[in-house]
């Protein structure tokens, strides 16, 4: 039996946030607290999925140490005002209010001690306190500008987005009208579409006049073929600490080999900063200058093999099932020669090798897998001060939308209570 769809009604509120994730939450309690009518608009079933399933599932909710160059943008200069404005202490401070056990890892990152759960739950309990109302289920179909009594508002066009037993049921969706003088895009990027990522933010911001830096995968593994990809795969599940770079920068992490290419910290921190096509360069014995290694013990050991110089030399820094993959893959013709008969280019050359291993990505896992979209709305066009676009009075842009991007810590999610306080305190 089919329903017939039922007339829009309209409903008026002061403030509309699109999207119930990190930033969009944050904004909300911010201008909620403020007295500001709030309504919270996502399509998903729930809200802050990506929230969940972040830090394994125990939330990397911030970093003692955030400063701007975390960030990577067209405009380095943009997040400076914001993360100014709401250093992470800030949120730290409510995380200890709600009694959220907590710890810090590696590097200032601060993590929930039971789970992630707990920092979605502080979000909306504070919500609630704030009076402001979160709808889910609920697919934005239209977005427009009303004058009205010489000021703008937006109309938002929504239906409920249809369950499996409505669909069976051949049930239609009935519209509903919202009204907002603000209306903030918190709809995040294009990472991990399973979790509802989608497209919407960027085609507001278009439809409005905006400019889109063109989006792309970040802090992802990178994937390779050919015979590299085939060492890499037999390498799976073998962890090290590295140091990885590129023409503009390096990370001293781990890398972690997978069935699908190269991970861990050290990869997905390189991957904000690199593009198709490009060499990346690994370290694999950080510690050790290995061409002064091996042209010393040939003077003083000429009758040793050079993994015997690797092993014994190296405090086991190599994993013997990566010592033998490399023997094979780098120095297989000489592998049971004496270093006193091996020429010393050569040993220098595969000096260079190991503490700078040149690899050339296929590509990366895409944004199935990725934790971040890089790109976004271009912040030029954007204050930074408020989050208020400067093309459309009313419209703001938080979070990942934006053409802002964290390194792997907890810089990402800083970013979302940053700009969402700063957008909540004047919305």
């Not at 944050?26 to 830090?55: E, F, P, Q």
């Not at 390779?224 to 390498?235: M, P, W």
């Not at 990505?361 to 930074?384: C, I, L, M, N, Q």
């Amino acid at each position: 039996m089919s329903h017939t769809q039922s007339a829009p009604h309209h409903t008026h509120y002061d403030v509309i946030v699109i999207g119930a994730g990190a930033s969009g939450l944050y904004c909300a309690l911010t201008a909620g607290r403020r007295g500001r009518r709030v309504l919270v608009l996502d399509h998903a079933n729930k809200a802050g999925k990506k929230i969940l399933m972040s830090g394994g599932g125990r939330c990397n909710f911030t970093n003692y140490f955030v400063e701007p160059e975390h960030f990577i943008g067209d405009n380095p200069h943009f997040c400076k005002s914001a993360l100014s404005r709401y250093p992470s202490w800030e949120f730290i401070g409510m995380v200890e209010a709600h009694k959220i056990p907590y710890h810090e890892r590696e590097h200032g990152q601060l993590f929930c001690d039971d789970s992630a759960q707990d920092i979605l739950t502080m979000l909306l309990d504070e919500c609630t306190a704030a009076g402001v109302q979160v709808r889910l289920n609920t697919n934005i179909d239209r977005v427009q500008t009303l004058s009205q009594d010489n000021q703008i508002r937006f109309q938002l066009t929504t239906s409920k987005k249809l369950g499996k037993k409505d669909i069976a049921s051949e049930s239609k969706s009935s519209q509903t009208h919202y009204r907002c003088e603000s209306l903030v895009v918190a709809t995040g990027g294009l990472s991990i579409p399973t979790m509802g990522a989608s497209s919407l933010g960027y085609e507001v911001a278009q439809q409005f006049g905006h400019t889109l830096i063109a989006t792309d995968a970040s802090l992802v593994p990178f994937t390779f073929t050919d015979k590299t990809g085939e060492l890499i795969r037999a390498l799976a599940g073998i962890s090290l600490p590295v140091i990885a770079s590129n023409e503009r920068i390096s990370f001293k992490l781990p890398v972690l080999f997978t069935h699908r290419g190269l991970s861990g910290p050290a990869m997905l921190q390189l991957s904000n900063y690199w593009r198709t096509g490009e060499v990346i360069r690994i370290n694999l014995l950080p510690e050790t200058d290995v061409t002064t290694l091996l042209l010393a013990r040939k003077k003083s050991h000429p009758k040793q093999l050079i993994r015997t110089v690797l092993t014994e030399n190296t405090d086991g820094a190599l994993p013997k099932k990566l010592l033998a993959a490399l023997q094979t893959h780098l120095w297989d013709d000489i592998k049971e020669t004496e270093l006193a008969n091996i020429k010393d280019e050569r040993l220098i050359e595969l000096g260079d090798t190991l503490n700078g291993w040149q690899l050339k990505p296929s590509g990366t896992e895409g944004y199935r897998t990725a934790e971040v979209t890089r790109g976004g709305v271009k912040t030029d066009e954007v204050s930074s001060k408020t989050m208020q676009s400067h093309l459309q009075e009313g419209l703001y842009f938080i979070g990942e939308v934006l053409d802002v991007t964290g390194w792997l810590g907890g810089y990402n999610f800083q970013w979302a209570w940053a700009s969402g306080f700063v957008c909540g305190e004047v919305v």
